[in-house]
């Protein structure tokens, strides 16, 4: 019981700290607490000792009615043998490899293709299967793109300003009005292991050590670097489409 009460204390000192209530408490909240425990030095025990406690109590609250939603359900503790092995770019590679020359229509396609990997961190399926029509505007009337993504769910994933025009010139150019977006020869979507091998070929051609670097090390990139820039881990996890903010956080290699 002690130790309940002590590693409950951490938690809501924490939360004083940060100016959340107890009920107010996100599961957001409690990933930025386990990475403050690690950030101090806790070895994996300690803070998988400190979330089963706050779990533990929160599901106590919603069982009694107080809470409705138990903010460290969804929240793994440090476990090293969950991490992906699959590395990240760095930004210096991911510049290399964007500022290879386009020289043709090939070129450009590939470059796209590169840009919609780095820049949403879209799965290779989703960038090889996009379609025309899938382009859309928020409500906002920002640029945005439908993709049907793992488990076969609907998602909106949102453009820069730099990118949707990126887009739109290179559709222009290869007049490309309706279907894949990136077509083969007979005029269906390249597949996912064609975009796995401009990935490889792209790499190699900038300099960059091809083995580190994969459609999915640029997925994983993308949430990095996002993260680096301060971006709020509930906004990089719509990004990338995760129904668990724990596997965007999982994807976090910096």
Same mark, same amino acid.
Do not use: E, P, W
């Given at each position: 019981r002690r130790g309940y009460g002590y590693e409950w204390g951490r938690w809501t000192g924490w939360l004083a700290r940060q100016g959340i209530a107890v009920p107010d408490a996100r599961t957001a909240d409690v990933l930025r607490f386990l990475e403050s425990l690690r950030a101090a030095g806790l070895a994996p =025990?300690?803070?998988? !000792? /400190?979330? /089963? @406690? @706050?779990r533990a109590?929160? =599901? !106590?609250?919603v069982g009694t009615g107080l809470l409705a939603v138990n903010p460290a359900r969804e929240v793994s503790g440090p476990d090293h043998d969950r991490e992906p092995k699959t590395p990240w770019v760095p930004v210096d590679g991911i510049a290399a490899i964007l500022a290879l020359p386009t020289e043709g229509a090939h070129d450009q396609r590939n470059r796209i293709v #590169?840009? #919609?990997? @780095? /820049?949403t961190g879209l799965r290779r399926r989703d960038v090889a299967r996009m379609q025309v029509e899938d382009r859309c505007v928020l409500v906002t009337g920002a640029p945005a793109v439908r993709v049907i993504t793992k488990g076969e769910k609907l998602g909106i994933i949102g453009l820069s300003p730099r990118v949707a025009a990126a887009l739109d010139r290179y559709l222009a150019a290869s007049g490309i009005v309706s279907g894949a977006v990136f077509p083969g020869p007979d005029g269906r979507p390249i597949s996912a292991w064609q975009v796995w091998r401009i990935v490889k070929d792209a790499a190699k051609r900038a300099g960059v050590d091809p083995k580190g670097v994969t459609p999915h090390a640029l997925r994983r990139s993308f949430n990095t670097l996002a993260k680096q820039a301060g971006v709020p881990i509930e906004f990089r996890q719509a990004a990338m489409l995760h129904s668990s903010a724990t596997t965007t956080e999982l994807y976090d290699k910096a």
């Open positions: =025990k300690t803070c998988q !000792r /400190a979330l /089963a @406690v @706050v109590i929160y =599901k !106590r609250m #590169l840009l #919609l990997l @780095v /820049a």
